[in-house]
């Protein structure tokens, strides 16, 4: 790979900045990175891995003289961040987000982002329910998509450029509008991160059933929806108070067609079960043949009997 930015900045180091750094460097995309983040015992940690080359808690230092800022921060944070780099901006720099909602970031960031600098807010739909710097690692986005959600009259030019840096990192890249992005990804992303952490928290309020019992019979069901509800509370919070009315539109969606099942199963309408069922299989066999996800048994962990 070549050299495509001479310094990156890179506004918050979590899961996703750190990776975005690990990258960065692996590949040779930039001359020089800039980390910055608030706490300064994360800093530290971030130096100790090697993220980046010169590290600071003033994101308006971060950002001098750098070609492309990405701010990585849980979007309630956003405004605060674009409030305070926006003075020290060079001229043609591209600044864009790894924000899971959208409008909410336009709406933050784009009143304080000067004219002679270009905004693309963008969305790697790619993570774990890890976070802090020492979640990163190599190769995070490669296979994944990354959605462009460009603001009116976005420079041609800067969004080639950036998405040709999306493309180094080996992910696939799209664009959509933002009210379209918060609604797809209130379906595929928020419901469900938002489900798991409600089972978990009815397990946890049982009575009949201890909380020992809950963990040591943990089938593969419950296994998998505690893995989404271990995610950052701090930005899962977030995204529900920034994407709210796409959220609660498909919270209204799920609950309608969770009393359609409800009542399916007390009245033992066996072929209204199936039927759902068969339907909902199918999307599952989509998603391994889109390359979302392999074919494997239990999610491909391993197991005892597993051929060595």
């Known amino acids: 790979m070549s050299v495509q930015f001479d310094r990156i900045a890179l506004i918050g180091i979590g899961l996703i900045g750190s990776s975005l750094a690990y990258d960065i460097r692996r590949l040779g995309l930039t001359k020089e990175i800039v980390v910055a983040t608030r706490s300064a015992d994360t800093l530290k940690r971030a130096e100790e891995l090697g993220l980046g080359d010169r590290y600071t808690t003033s994101s308006a230092d971060a950002v001098r003289d750098a070609d492309l800022i990405i701010v990585s921060v849980p979007v309630g944070a956003s405004e605060s961040v674009a409030k ?5 901006l060079k001229p043609g720099a591209i600044v864009t987000d790894v924000g899971s909602t959208k409008a909410s ?8 982002m000067p004219d002679n600098v270009h905004f693309i807010p963008g969305h790697p739909l790619a993570g774990t329910e890890k976070s802090g710097p020492d979640a990163g690692f190599p190769g995070l986005f490669e296979g994944r998509w990354c959605i462009f959600t460009p603001v009116a009259g976005t420079d041609e030019a800067a969004l080639k450029r950036l998405r040709n840096f999306w493309e180094a990192l080996g992910s696939k890249v799209d664009e959509m509008d ?3 992005h918060d609604k797809v990804l209130a379906i595929v992303s928020h419901l469900p991160h938002i489900i798991a952490y409600n089972i978990v928290g009815t397990a946890d309020d049982l009575e009949t059933v201890t909380e020992s019992e809950v963990i040591k019979y943990s089938a593969s069901g419950f296994r998998d929806f505690t893995r ?3 995610s950052d509370p701090t930005m899962w919070r977030d995204v529900c108070l920034h994407n709210r009315d796409a959220i609660l539109e498909m919270l209204a969606r799920f609950s309608e067609d969770l009393a359609y099942l409800q009542r399916a199963i007390r009245w033992g309408e066996g072929d209204k079960i199936f039927e759902l069922f068969t339907r909902t299989r199918a999307i599952r066999r989509s998603i391994i043949q889109a390359g979302q996800d392999v074919d494997a048994p239990d999610f491909g962990r391993p197991h005892p009997l597993d051929k060595k």
């Open 84 to 88: 305070e780099i926006a003075g020290s």
């Open 105 to 112: 970031v336009i709406a933050q960031m784009q009143p304080h």
């Open 178 to 180: 933002a009210e379209h």
């Open 228 to 230: 989404l509800a271990a």
